[in-house]
Every structure is written in structure tokens, then in C-alpha cells.
């Protein structure tokens, strides 16, 4: 038998089990009648991406999902991939190139794309690699990048699909504009973040008088373009003023009063400038009225020409220049600090800009109505399910979706337009037919005058019948009109890309055999079961993946929606790169291993609540991950090594068992039974805590010591091999890496611990009595350890004494039976255990302390303060009322009660009433000393 080193050291164990793994294909899942699907589809990392801590929690437990389901007997696939990630991609290339002295713009479209692809080819894999490091059971051999051939054909599938169904059109509308990327953003990528800022209180005089009304305003550069302003009808301060003629300042421009219900009474002065080219509101509002759109910023937010003086300034220049020019007009009544929320860029941060331009949307609202039935009816479970509400609340209130973005690197829209018969499309065929130069917004718009053509290839036009002349609009979608599409994508759907060759025979058929296996595949394992995501994609990705799952599959795409927390420092900041209190995951696993870091972050995140960490926290997974090496080294060293074999075909008779080895029976499938049930409903973090409070704590701290008493005998080894070999069966999906070493020596020749079957609960073993009765020795034992030390008894010191006074017949019952465990535990040469008062009263020759169910007395070594003992127990006492208080206000606090779930509030319910006994004992003591 080989035994295990002396020390765990995660270096010399974790690539080699990885890379074991890997070649034995235990990863790979496949199509099998025989046995439920378990699927789960990971959200892509960005090509972009590097391990983040949010990638560490997120894809840790969906690997226990996955390696706990397999063991469960079921056929698990978890289905990887990466993002081609649009925007940040391309400005990833775009800073690159500029620092050998490029832009995209001198490289043009092509040679551009060519770049994208070879950093891809070069960088894109990085985020993989450090997902096999985490230790992810990801089916590698179906890997799928957003951008790859098979998974582009579904998008411009779903592109062409939409738009016959009328459901994809072009708008000219306010969308969320970015200056910095130059592109468009859907709602969702242009997050609201609070900023102080300043309401502006501007005087606009009426044409022919001295007169003014006063408008308030956050961004008076955008007075450039106003076209009216609006008062609310039922304010009486401006019936009289309602259609009277005003002069816009700065520019002179005659506008208009008007009066709609939109304008807020109490905001400002109650009248508002309106600027229908650089507002949501004003935007519907000059619908409404009929005004006129001027936009005064360029692409850049500059000014353009329409902005008079001010044009060629930038927008927040221009804001100071204006302001200026307004108080030596003495137009600026006054400035108010005003804190208000305003747009950012997700990607650079820049603040966003509200933009008129013709961009391409999809209409979302007939497309939700499936998946609010679908979650309504409980079909889709959200966990926790406070996230039902956010969810609906967004679908039912949800937007159309702008999914054209002005930039390269993405799938190009399938738009088709006819430069021939659109002379205004001139400019694009001198630019060689628009594919590999810059093209500008205002041409984009123009290109949304002609009606295109949708089509996969380049078509003919329906009018000249030319192929020559066609150009594709050079925009493409936004990447989430990819990702949207990941759970059917991923498996080859639509099926499209089986082109006959021009080989034929053996090839086309091997290409329609691969069609084939995938329509299979994916009727097999979609939908799928669950996704496991952070809340701040709930709208990006969940919501959209559910349209897409029943426009084009007719079926939700997944059963379960896991929502983690959000990754926090140890002050409650979201961990950023940007502030600095990041913690690096690759770094903790480089110090402490990989197992370390999956079982701290596990442990510590209770469902749907943010985690808080700090380095230390991960020092937990590591002593946890020591512990079991060192119990486990013991038990090997300990048992015959003949008969490994033996104890693993040992069928344990339960009459046979002496006290300890019951106890520890039952406590192992008492800890089965709620680590099943845990892991069924999602709550990942309390089956991992279960798992250690009884591997540490009950078996090592307790067990293992037990069965030192009779190391040798036949059975105890037996058990012992039992509760290790079924412990790390438990523990694989947790620490994969340190549980496959171990079992590798426990069972040696049969195979990886991955292909075994997880733990088979047997609830004969289970005997609450016998756990509740083993657990008053247990604490009689850590009680009499505790007045050892606080009395100066060293560790060899037997103590001569010592008195047990219980409070019932069936605690004298078994401290009498358990008192050979107790004196050897703690030492202990005789017990006198009795429900009665032992005639010894206190004085300064004995101390004592308190369990559940007893009073323990010991002699002491050096004379007693009673004083001080009596304020040893004052302290415990106020310590305990004072938990006492918090657990009452907390289970007297309604929100609370509403929120939690049930079997937490039991579980508070119960360390209550635990808590009030442990506080009459006290008393009981207290008052005893004199």
C-alpha cells in the first residue's frame, strides 16, 4: 500500500488528475437513453477575459452541480464556450494597434478583422486555461466560440427569421450613443449611476417683451437644440403663457410653449426646455407635437454646424462656454447643487449620449409574452425566488431592443442595399462597396432610406437584377443577439451549415451523419436544467435566452435560474480592478491551491447572498483541505494494508457496532441525508459547511480519537475505511483535486473517484437518540478539556476526580455507559456522575462549568478567586442574554420572516430555545457560589 506524503502539496497533484481526467474523456457526454440528461450551459467568458473572482464562484459551483450530478448516475454536460465580446474586443485590437502606430481606420475593415482574429487566435484562449485550472468538468470537445462558422449561420438564421416575421425592423429613435466606442447601446448596456451634478436655472425671454421664463435644466449644451418648451396643462401659473412665442438665447431661434401631461409641476421651475434629438422624453414629447429634431452633436459629441459659435467644441466644453456666455447676458438666474442619475458606457464608462439615429431594433414585447407565462406558471424556477419579481417586472415593462452597433468585429447585419439603383449610395462604391473602409453614421442613416434586401449571401437586386452593385450594411449586432441564442446554438442548430462538396461521397455524408448527431443531441439535452449566473445579466442574457428558447425552439431553454451573489471585499465593496481591492483567484490558488480557494468561496456563499472576502478567508479551504490529508495519512497508516480490498466489500452489521462506531454511522448518513437535500434546492454553501462540521469536527476531532482506544480491532478499521472512502465521495464535487489523490490510495486500481457512485443513504443507520445522547459526552469531554486549561492542568496531568450532577435518568444512563470514552478523553482517573447534589458545596478547591445537561466539578491545583469565578459567569451570562436579544428581534421582525426561508427560521427557533437553557444553567451556577 502506498501511503500519502507527509505533507498535501496541491503542486505536485493538480495538473497530473486534471490532465488524467481529460485523457479518460470522463468530461465528455454523450447522448444515452439509459440514463436523464443533466445539462448545464456555461455563460461564455469574454475572448477577452482573464480569471476574475466572480468567474471562480460562478464556474465552482456549476462544476459541483455538474461532478455531483454525474456521480448521481445522471448523463452530465456542461457545455463551454467563449464570447467574441464586440466592443471590448475591439477595443482591446484598437489599443493595440495604436501603439505601433495604427488605427483601424488606416488599416481598414479587412486587414482590421484579420488583426482580431490572430490576437484572438493568440490571447482568446487564456480565459480557457485558467477554467481548466479552476478544475472545470467542462465537455472541452464541444466548445463554441460565438464567432465561429456553425454558431454564425444561427445568428443570421435568427436575423433573417425575425425580420420575415416583421419583428425586426429600422427606427430612427434615441438610443444610447457612447462617444468614446462610437456606437450604439442597448438600455441594458448604459447602467444609471447617481453623479453630483447642478440644475441650471436659465432665463428664455418671449419674442417682442422684457418678459422671461425661467426653465431649469442638468445640460444646458443641449439648449442648442430645443425646439420648445413645455409647461404642464393643469399648472395654472402658465395657461396665460401656453402658445406664446419664446427666443431660444444664444442662438435666437423662435420656439413655442406647449403644454403636455409629461412636464413634473414640481421638478425646477416647473417649465422644461425641450430637445427632441438628445432626450428620451423631449423625443416623445416633439412626436407628440410635431417639432422639430435638430442635432446639434457630432458622432464625438462634439458640437456639429448646427450648434452656431460652438461648433467643433466639445460637449462638456461647451457646457462651460455657454454658461459663461449666459451670465454676461445675465440669462443664468441661478445654479443649484442637484445630485441626478445619468447613462454610462458598461464597456468604457463614458457617459453616455441620447442620439437620434436609424438604427436596426427588435420588437420584444410579443416575444415576451411566452417566458412571463413561463416563470408566472412556475415552469421556470427562479433561486432564490426574489428574483421572479425583478425578472417579470422587466419582461412585462420590457423595450424594443437596438442591436445594430457601428463597429467591426461582430456578425455583420445581412443587409443588403443596391449602389446602382441609390445614387445617394455612390460614396460606398468609390469606398469599395462599403467593406473595407470607415463608414460614418450620417452614411449608415442614409443607407436606412432604402429599403435592403435580407439575405444570408449576397443577393441580386429585386430591381436591376445586378449583383455587382450590392453592399451590405456595414453595422453588426450587438453581441448579446448571439449570446441569446447559446443553449441550441451550441449544439449545430439550425442545422444549416451541411453544404454539399464538391468531393461528394464519403465527406458530404460524414457532414450529414455530424447533422444528424446533433439534432439528436440536442433533443437529448435541451432544454437544459439550470443556469447559474450573476444578477447583473438577469436582462442582458436570462430574460433574452428565455424569448429565444420559445421563438425558435418552442421550449424554455433551461428549468432553473441559480442567481449568485455579487463577489465583495471584506468591507462590502464590489471587488474592481479599478478600486484597487481585487483579489487575484489564480494568486490564491498559486498559495494555497485550487481546492483551497473552490471550498472557501463555496463555503461562504449562502444562496443569492453577496460573498465577503478577504485573503484569510481562504486560509479556511486550506486547513480544511490539510485536515483531511492528515486524518486520511493516519487512517491508511493505521489499517492493515492487506485488507484495503476487504473493508471496501465489508457489509457493516449495524448489531454489531459498539457505541462510538454507531454514533459515527449515524452521524455520516444524518449528514448525507441534509447534504442531499441542500444540494438539491441550490444551497451549496450549507452542504459544504454540513460536510466539514462533521469530517472536522465529528469524525477527526472526535471519532478518530475514539477509535484510537481500539485501533486494532477488526471492525473500528473497517468503519474507519468506510467513513473516509464515502467522505471523499462526498467532498469530489468540492475538492476534486486532493479527493481523487487520497482515493487513488484507498482504492487503488479502481479508477477515478469521479466515475464512482455517489454515497447511498441508509437510513437504518441513522439514530437521533443515540447522536443526541453521544453529543452530551461529547460536550461533558470539551467541558472538562476547558476547565483542564483554565485551571493549569497540563496536557499528561490525569485529573484525580471529577463530578458529573445531570439533570435526567437517561443522561446518568449514558455518561455511566460512556464513561471509559470520557476518562480517557479527558483524562480522568474517576467519575462520580449522580442526579443528585454531590455533598461537596463550593469552595476553593474545586471549579465548575456548565453543559446542556450537566454540572461538572473538578479539583483545582491553586487556591479559587470566588469573586472571580462568580464574574467569569456574569460575563457568559450577559454574552448569551445579549445573543438572546438579537435572535428575539430577529424572529419578531416580519420582513425577516417573510424573506427566509423556512428551515432557516427553524434553525434560528431552535439555537433560541438552546440558548435560554445554556442561560438558566448559568444562573443556576452563578447563584451557587458563595
Known sequence: ?????????????????????????????????????????????????????????????????????????????????????????????????????????????????????????????????????????????????????????????????????????????????????????????????????????????????????????????????????????????????????????????????????????????????????????????????????????????????????????????????????????????KVVAHKHTVGHCYRCHTVIEPYLSKQWFVKMKPLALPGIEAVEKGDIKFHPQRWTKVYLNWMQNIQDWCIS??????????????????????????????????????????????????????????????????????QVLDTWFSSWLRPFATFGWPFTSCKPHALGGKLEQNEKNKTGLQKEELKYFYPTTVLVTAPEIIFFWVARMIIAGFEFMQNAPFKDVYIHGTVRDDSGKKMSKSLGNSIDPLEIIAEYGTDALRFSLVSNTAIGQDVFLSKEKFEFGRNFC????????????????????GYAKEKIKKENLALAEAWVLSRFYSTLKQVNIALDNYRLNEAANIIYEFFWHQFCDWYIELAKLSIENT????????????????????????????????????????????????????????????????????????????????????????????????????????????????????????QENIDMGYSQEFASCSTANTLITIPVKIKIDAEREKQKFESQINEISNHILRKDRLLNNENYLKKAPSHVVEKEKQSLDELKQELEKLIKIKDAIE
Open 405 to 474: 452597433r457601428q463597429i467591426w468585429w461582430g456578425h455583420r447585419i445581412p443587409a443588403w442595399y443596391c449602389g446602382k439603383c441609390n445614387s445617394q449610395l455612390q460614396v460606398y462604391l468609390e469606398k469599395g462597396t462599403g467593406n473595407n473602409a470607415e463608414i460614418s453614421l450620417d452614411e449608415i442613416n442614409v443607407l436606412s432610406d432604402i429599403e435592403p434586401i435580407v439575405s444570408k449571401e449576397k443577393p441580386c437586386c429585386d430591381k436591376c437584377g445586378s449583383a455587382k452593385f450590392m453592399i451590405q450594411d456595414p
Open 626 to 645: 490539510n485536515k483531511i490529508w492528515n486524518a486520511s495519512r493516519f487512517i491508511l497508516m493505521n489499517l492493515d494494508s492487506e485488507e484495503l480490498g
Open 715 to 834: 471492525q473500528t478499521q473497517a468503519v474507519l475505511f468506510k467513513i473516509v472512502e464515502q467522505s471523499l465521495r462526498l467532498l469530489h464535487p468540492f475538492i476534486p483535486f486532493v479527493s481523487e489523490e487520497i482515493w487513488q490510495k484507498f482504492k487503488p486500481g479502481c479508477g477515478s473517484i469521479l466515475e464512482q457512485s455517489w454515497p447511498q443513504l441508509d437510513e437504518s443507520f441513522i439514530n437521533e437518540k443515540l447522536e443526541t445522547n453521544m453529543q452530551i459526552v461529547i460536550d461533558v469531554c470539551t467541558a472538562k478539556r476547558n476547565l483542564r486549561n483554565e485551571n493549569n492542568y497540563k496536557p499528561k496531568d490525569i485529573i484525580e476526580q471529577a463530578y458529573i450532577k445531570v439533570d435526567s435518568l437517561e443522561a446518568e444512563k449514558v455518561l455511566i455507559e460512556c464513561q471509559d470514552y470520557i476518562k480517557k478523553l479527558a483524562k480522568v482517573d474517576k467519575i462520580f456522575i449522580s
Open 1 to 333: 500500500m502506498e501511503e500519502l506524503a507527509t505533507k498535501y502539496s496541491f503542486d505536485d497533484i493538480e495538473e497530473k488528475w486534471y490532465n488524467f481526467w481529460l485523457e479518460k474523456e470522463f468530461f465528455h457526454a454523450r447522448k444515452n437513453l439509459s440514463k436523464t440528461p443533466f445539462s448545464i450551459v456555461i455563460p461564455p467568458p469574454n475572448v477577452t477575459g482573464i480569471l476574475h473572482m466572480g468567474h471562480a464562484l460562478n464556474n465552482t459551483i456549476q462544476d459541483i452541480l455538474i461532478r455531483f450530478k454525474k456521480m448521481n448516475g445522471f448523463e452530465s454536460l456542461w457545455m463551454p464556450g467563449t464570447d467574441h465580446a464586440g466592443i471590448a474586443t475591439q477595443n482591446v485590437v484598437e489599443r493595440k494597434i495604436a501603439r505601433e502606430g495604427m488605427t483601424r481606420q488606416q488599416l481598414g475593415r479587412e486587414k482590421f478583422l484579420e488583426n482580431v482574429w490572430q490576437w484572438k487566435e493568440e490571447y482568446g484562449s487564456t480565459i480557457i486555461r485558467q477554467l481548466k485550472r479552476l478544475g472545470c468538468a467542462c465537455d472541452w470537445q464541444r466548445a463554441r466560440f460565438t464567432m465561429d462558422e456553425e454558431y454564425s449561420d444561427a445568428v443570421i438564421e435568427v436575423f433573417i427569421r425575425l425580420f420575415k416575421k416583421g419583428l425586426i425592423y429600422r427606427g430612427n429613435y434615441i438610443i444610447n450613443w457612447c462617444p468614446r466606442c462610437q456606437t450604439a447601446l442597448a438600455d441594458e448596456e448604459a447602467p444609471h449611476k447617481e453623479i453630483d451634478g447642478f440644475l441650471y436655472y436659465i432665463k428664455y425671454p418671449f419674442k417682442n417683451s422684457s418678459q422671461y421664463l425661467v426653465v431649469a435644466t442638468t445640460r444646458p449644451e443641449t439648449m442648442l437644440g430645443d425646439t420648445a418648451v413645455a409647461v404642464n396643462p393643469k399648472d395654472l401659473r402658465y395657461n396665460d403663457l401656453i402658445g406664446k412665442t419664446i427666443i431660444l438665447p444664444l442662438i435666437d431661434r423662435e420656439i413655442l410653449v406647449i403644454a403636455d401631461d409629461f412636464v413634473d409641476p414640481e421638478f425646477g421651475t416647473g417649465a422644461v426646455k425641450v430637445t427632441p434629438a438628445h432626450d428620451q422624453n423631449d423625443y416623445l414629447m416633439g412626436k407628440r407635437h410635431n417639432l422639430e429634431f435638430i442635432n446639434i452633436f457630432s458622432p464625438d459629441a462634439r458640437c456639429n454646424e448646427l450648434s452656431g459659435d460652438y461648433a467643433g467644441s466639445d460637449r462638456f466644453e461647451a457646457r462651460q462656454a455657454i454658461i459663461e456666455d449666459l451670465k454676461e447676458r445675465k440669462l443664468l438666474e
